[in-house]
């Protein structure tokens, strides 16, 4: 198992401090034929139920993600990544996300015995910091804005091994297993509709259908206060950037955005926007089932009621993954 550049094809080491090629290029997983990643670290994974609800009229999945051990479906990245740098024998790592992804890594390093420091803008809620502290995981609040603790991850990256859930194609090895999971309780549904930011659960799940060897149509949803994927897509001006409650899909510059429209593309699927007071909605009409859910869950039921509102039909089988607990903010 190795990494490889997408643009240049040069190989890397995994277990090596280079988080992305020399060209500038990001990386992939080479895997040998039947090679696996170990599973030994575990918090106690469970394959996510699905439950048949109808919202407005459309009958839908949801796929109960948020059930994972750290309390969203970043913990099948976190997972995989974890499992293999702890075979290789890494001892600390640096990750820089104020959400889900930093306590899907503090939980499972600690599970590990791996170092882990996260970095975080100094201005980011206290609630957010509570989880991944919990793990004990060493909180570095970095003053300015986001990009200054970019700036700030890039620098400590050149000393310890960054376990990122954007850079790191591990990460994507893991969150696949949605694709895989959803196929063995109901087979290849017609379409699936995701909240996208970095891409972490797109990415996946497209990986992971693209290796089953079918494809269900992939509906992404953004912000429309913060929709680069969008613009980039349906080929509009990127509109201003201002903050959303969907937060944990509010990421300005995706790296990976290309995969993603070409993704998007490939399934044939499509990409909207929804607003705030939609996802806001989305989020108590599920709370009125006994679904609780984050903020930022509701935009993917939002984008499902906006995308289907006029083209629905019931024979269709339609998949929306529910990220994370309600319980978190
Ligand atoms: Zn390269």
Do not use: W
């Not at 930011?197 to 799940?205: D, E």
């Amino acid at each position: 198992m190795h990494f490889y550049c997408s643009v240049c094809e040069k190989s890397y080491l995994i277990e090596g401090l280079d988080y992305q090629c020399a060209c500038g290029g990001l990386f992939k997983l080479h895997k040998e034929k039947g090679e696996k990643i170990t599973t030994e670290v575990s918090l106690g994974e469970v394959k996510t139920p699905m439950l048949k609800r109808t919202l407005q009229e459309k009958e839908v999945y949801l796929k109960l993600d948020y059930m994972q051990p750290t309390g969203s479906f970043k913990d099948r990245g976190a997972f995989a990544m974890v499992n293999k740098l702890r075979e290789l024998g890494i001892k600390e790592v640096v990750e820089d996300s104020s959400g889900n992804a930093g306590a899907a890594f503090a939980g499972y390093c600690a599970a590990a015995g791996i170092k882990c420091n996260i970095y975080l803008p100094e201005n980011t809620s206290p609630g957010k910091i509570k989880q991944i502290s919990a793990y004990k995981a060493n909180v570095v609040k970095v003053p300015g804005t986001r990009d200054d603790t970019a700036k700030a991850i890039l620098k400590a990256a050149e000393r310890t091994y960054y376990a990122s859930h954007v850079y790191n194609p591990l990460f994507f090895e893991g969150t696949k297993s949605l694709a895989y999971e959803i196929y063995e309780q109901i087979g290849i549904p017609d379409y699936i509709v995701v909240p996208a930011g970095n891409g972490t659960m797109l990415l996946g799940i497209y990986k992971g259908f693209k290796e089953i060897g079918q494809l269900p149509r992939i509906i992404v949803v953004q912000s429309k206060n913060c929709a680069p994927i969008f613009s980039k897509f349906k080929k509009q001006p990127v509109s201003e950037m201002k903050s959303t409650a969907a937060e944990g899909i509010a990421i300005q510059q995706p790296k990976r955005i290309d995969e993603m429209i070409e993704a998007i593309k490939d399934s044939k699927g499509d990409i909207i926007a929804v607003d705030d007071e939609e996802v806001i909605k989305a989020q108590e009409m599920l709370g009125e089932m006994g679904i609780y859910i984050e903020v930022t869950s509701g935009a993917a039921v939002a984008g499902m009621l906006q995308y289907f509102k006029d083209g629905y039909d019931n024979r269709l089988t339609i998949v929306v993954p529910l990220t994370g607990m309600g319980l978190k903010k």
